[in-house]
């Protein structure tokens, strides 16, 4: 079962519960009956199926008489019970400011490691760490030339040596050199490998040994469910694994499986790899993820952090009224574009993770958005408030500024305008969004105020 058919199924078994007026304990257990099987389907360890639906049951004893929400209370409850048994009770480790803090990953083979190992460096450089990577993977040839292309991408110094057949020396050789020069974050990405595979393990066990890491980052592919219990048991026995990265968590990839790699490594997760690009790379909230994993939405904390909620000064009561303005939809496509992929953000508004697949790729939906984004910038400020309209001339301007045809120009104006209408419908009423403004005004501004409109809608 795919993510996103979890949460639809855990919605279907509590839908039971807004129709039935005679509610009792055989109501509930049928409706946690549906709920267990859902989350078994979806790779979640049989035993915390089974203490989540235990754990109900005595939350709903404990709460009787007085909920108002049984539904309510369900669906808390299983957010609840998720959300523990993905926290492994360990704190991550923490890098130290001016000292080698080597990082070694390892996984299965087509984890996502050697991705990861540059995301993971990308973004510690962007915070300002001296940051450096080394290919410790001699088993597959190609790995080399990947890890390079990626830190040369992203600038960040690489130690590599496609002569050489011992991983562990290259890694010395490596962590040697970066040393010196006082590299803080000195990440090493090593073979993937099963445990089956005695000597590829045996090696692995060297090079934790040559080093003692400070670091050990399991990677596991977030499309490996339960299946993958044992390997990641095998991993931590083998070297002290100290947090896990899930990768793959774009696509239709089950979502379980991350508890079992919590539970088969006691270690916690720390971020969670979520398409090719070297940005995909998100900070791991178990309760956000839990409620997208349920489909209940989880994009107002993502949201929140990559969009200045100061700079969004328009309110839902003026998209209610048309006002929404180029301008509105400029700022949405840069904050789209910084929370790096459309799917994501398509992904995290319950109810329509699915109306976008198989219609346009990813990549051309942001190549559409940077390019009118780039119309956009050609504009003019009275263009982009709606102050003026758009006549022939200006949109030869434009063209000529933009170096954008015309027909793209016109193309960009229609969208706008359904985009607009759209907007207007799916927002209730304006009473509604007067109501919500009081209660919090600054959540309620521009992208922010439109997907919590999204999420009461859907
Ligand atoms: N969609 C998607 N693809 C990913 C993600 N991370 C990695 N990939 C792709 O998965 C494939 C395998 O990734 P690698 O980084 O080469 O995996 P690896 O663990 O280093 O592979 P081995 O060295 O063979 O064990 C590549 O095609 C990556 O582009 C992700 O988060 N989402």
Not at 395 to 423: D, V, W
Request: aromatic share 8%.
């Amino acid at each position: 079962m795919v993510l996103n058919d979890l949460g639809k199924k855990i919605s279907g078994a509590l839908l039971k519960l807004s129709k039935d007026y005679s509610f009792d304990e055989s109501l509930l257990n049928q409706v946690l009956k549906e709920i267990s099987l859902a989350l078994l389907q979806s790779d979640v360890n049989v035993k915390y199926v089974k203490q989540l639906s235990d754990n109900i049951l005595e939350k709903f004893k404990m709460e009787e008489g007085s909920a108002t929400n049984i539904k309510k209370l369900i669906q808390q409850c299983v957010v609840q019970e998720l959300t523990m048994m993905l926290d492994s009770k360990k704190q991550p480790f923490s890098l130290k400011r001016g000292k080698p803090n080597i990082i070694m990953f390892v996984g299965l083979q087509g984890a996502g490691k050697t991705t990861i190992c540059a995301k993971y460096a990308n973004q510690w450089k962007k915070k300002g760490w001296r940051t450096s990577l080394i290919c410790a993977d001699t088993f597959r040839a190609g790995s080399f030339n990947q890890l390079y292309q990626l830190a040369m991408k992203i600038r960040i110094p690489f130690y590599g040596n496609i002569t050489e057949t011992d991983p562990v020396a290259i890694a010395k050789e490596g962590v040697k050199i970066f040393q010196k020069q006082n590299y803080e974050v000195i990440i090493i990405d090593t073979s993937g490998r099963h445990m089956q595979e005695s000597e590829l393990f045996d090696e692995m066990k060297q090079i934790y040994s040559a080093f003692c890491p400070s670091e050990c980052i399991f990677v596991m592919d977030g499309s490996n469910g339960q299946a993958c219990f044992n390997q990641a048991q095998a991993f931590k026995k083998a070297v002290d694994v100290g947090s896990v990265i899930i990768t793959k968590l774009d696509g239709h990839s089950k979502g379980g499986g991350a508890l079992s790699a919590v539970a088969a490594t006691e270690s916690p997760i720390i971020f969670l790899g979520t398409g090719e690009h070297i940005d995909d790379l998100e900070t791991f909230k178990a309760e956000s993820f839990v409620r997208r994993l349920l489909g209940l939405g989880g994009m107002i904390e993502t949201v929140s952090e990559v969009v200045d909620l100061e700079s969004q000064k328009q309110s839902l009561k003026l998209i209610a009224k048309g006002q929404f303005t180029l301008r509105d939809l400029q700022q949405n496509y840069k904050s789209i574009l910084k929370m790096g992929s459309l799917n994501q953000f398509i992904s995290m508004i319950p109810g329509i993770q699915n109306i976008n697949q198989g219609q346009i790729s990813q990549k051309e939906q942001i190549n559409k958005i940077k390019q009118s984004l780039i119309i956009m910038d050609s504009m003019s400020n009275d263009e982009l408030n709606g102050i003026t309209q758009i006549t022939q001339k200006q949109l030869f301007r434009i063209s000529k500024g933009s170096g954008q045809p015309i027909e793209s120009i016109n193309q960009l104006i229609q969208e706008h305008r359904n985009f607009a209408r759209t907007l207007k419908k799916l927002i209730p009423s304006i009473k509604d969004c007067d109501s919500k403004t009081k209660k919090n005004p600054k959540k309620n501004d521009g992208i922010y105020g439109l997907l919590q409109a999204f999420s009461g809608k859907f």
